[in-house]
């Protein structure tokens, strides 16, 4: 089965950029979707493709993809951003989504 | 804005029928797909699967022995039921719509439902 590796965790002071990878193979070829996910909540959707944001999601969130890996980028960093982050994609050759493990993000 | 709710029983004995019901407001079912995910405390989410309007499932290879999806169209809601549950299927439930296109992803999510599977 198709597998999503993400780093467990990353610290990032107030006002700095964090960047949250994602690996898998040949992820070049699929589409990468990206979610938030507050403590005690639900996900939110973040980045719902190769560069579409859903409209109440700042600019400061974006996407990018090189070679095997998937990346997500928040610029500026705020408190307000202390989060858990996945990424998703389907796999065509089963017809399955997958998650990756997620990425602790906490903000100095 | 669409919401979704989940609701069942608070509490599951082992190897007894897990089910949870998500209802739909601010939306129709129809024309979309409709997906569970779950996500044990501590740990990361898994997608159990996702059922059309018209019924059609795919369910996540590890659970298909167990899973069950439906859609009631005069509800507006869809259901899950997990078979012979185990201390492993504890977890908070999320239902979710499902979008499509090149790809499937989930942009309206319910609040999250805790199922404990304990005697």
């Known amino acids: 089965s198709y597998v999503l590796t993400q780093a467990p965790s990353m610290s990032v002071a107030p006002g700095q950029t964090a960047r949250f990878t994602c690996g898998g193979d040949?992820?070049?070829?699929?589409?990468v979707h990206w979610y938030q996910q507050m403590p005690g909540q639900a996900p939110v959707l973040v980045v719902d493709g190769e560069n579409d944001r859903p409209s109440e999601i700042p600019e400061r969130f974006s996407p990018s993809k090189s070679g095997n890996t998937a990346t997500l980028t928040i610029t500026r960093v705020e408190a307000g951003d202390e989060a858990d982050y996945y990424c998703q994609v389907w796999d065509s050759s089963t017809d399955h989504v997958v998650f990756g493990g997620g990425t602790k993000l906490t903000v100095l | 804005q669409v919401q979704l709710q989940e609701s069942g029983p608070g509490l599951v004995k082992p190897s007894e029928t897990l089910s949870l019901t998500c209802s739909v407001s601010?939306?129709?079912?129809?024309?979309?797909?409709w997906s569970w995910i779950r996500q044990p405390a501590g740990k990361g989410l898994e997608w159990i699967g996702r059922v059309f309007s018209s019924g059609r499932t795919t369910y996540n290879p590890s659970l298909k022995s167990r899973v069950t999806l439906s859609v009631d169209m005069s509800k507006n809601q869809f259901s899950l039921k997990l078979t012979s549950v185990s201390a492993a299927d504890t977890a908070v439930y999320y239902c979710?719509?499902?979008?499509?296109?090149?790809?499937?992803?989930?942009?309206?999510w319910g609040q999250g439902t805790l199922v404990p599977v304990s005697s």
């Open positions: 040949n992820i070049g070829r699929k589409i």
């Open positions: 979710a719509r499902t979008r499509t296109g090149y790809s499937y992803y989930f942009d309206y």
């Open positions: 601010g939306g129709s079912l129809s024309n979309y797909y």
